[in-house]
């Protein structure tokens, strides 16, 4: 009883806010159950169909965004966060490091958008080259700077 007890408090203490719903059976054939998880949609009693996408609507409408250090995590970022934790608790002896796994997240992001500012400016100038007759030094100059610009804005 101290057992349960003690899994009780430690759910409450971990899920301080709790939304308990009910669910229709996923299939009503019994071998149909079994696979449940293998089963396509449309395979699936719709009533439990409906009910899930209601609670998944529920979960995403009320769970905030990820942030870390304050800074919002987009779908990519939590993945490559998630790729070094698992491969430093992977990595025999290692210890994930929340910060080092931040920092390789971080330069990895500004290597791709200074790799897209780039195609950017070249793409442009490279358009601005391609214009007859070529253009005045000052033209080019004007060009240049309007393309480093709108590829860093």
Not at 25 to 36: G, V, Y
Not at 41 to 61: G, N, T
Not at 78 to 105: D, F
């Given at each position: 009883?101290?057992?349960?007890?003690?899994?009780?408090?430690?759910?409450?203490?971990?899920?301080?806010?709790?939304?308990?719903?009910?669910?229709?059976?996923?299939?009503?054939?019994?071998?149909?159950?079994?696979?449940?998880v293998?089963?396509?949609?449309?395979?699936?009693?719709?009533?439990?169909?409906?009910?899930?996408?209601?609670?998944?609507?529920?979960?995403?409408?009320?769970?905030?965004?990820?942030?870390?250090?304050?800074?919002?995590?987009?779908?990519?970022?939590?993945?490559?966060?998630?790729?070094?934790?698992?491969?430093?608790?992977?990595?025999?002896?290692?210890?994930?490091?929340?910060?080092?796994?931040?920092?390789?997240?971080?330069?990895?992001?500004c290597?791709?958008?200074?790799?897209?500012?780039?195609?950017?400016?070249?793409?442009?100038?490279?358009?601005?080259r391609?214009?007859?007759?070529?253009?005045?030094?000052?033209?080019?100059?004007?060009?240049?700077?309007?393309?480093?610009?709108?590829?860093?804005?």
């Amino acid at each position: 009883a101290a057992e349960r007890n003690e899994t009780r408090a430690a759910i409450r203490d971990l899920f301080p806010v709790r939304y308990c719903r009910t669910l229709v059976r996923p299939a009503s054939d019994e071998e149909a159950m079994r696979h449940a998880v293998s089963l396509d949609e449309s395979q699936l009693r719709p009533e439990f169909v409906r009910k899930m996408k209601s609670i998944k609507q529920e979960i995403l409408s009320r769970a905030p965004p990820k942030s870390l250090y304050g800074e919002a995590l987009d779908g990519a970022m939590l993945i490559a966060l998630t790729e070094r934790y698992v491969q430093a608790m992977n990595a025999p002896g290692a210890m994930p490091c929340i910060r080092s796994a931040w920092e390789s997240v971080v330069e990895e992001r500004c290597r791709e958008a200074a790799g897209r500012a780039l195609q950017s400016t070249t793409d442009a100038l490279a358009s601005a080259r391609a214009t007859a007759p070529l253009p005045s030094s000052a033209a080019w100059a004007d060009a240049a700077a309007s393309a480093c610009c709108a590829a860093l804005c």
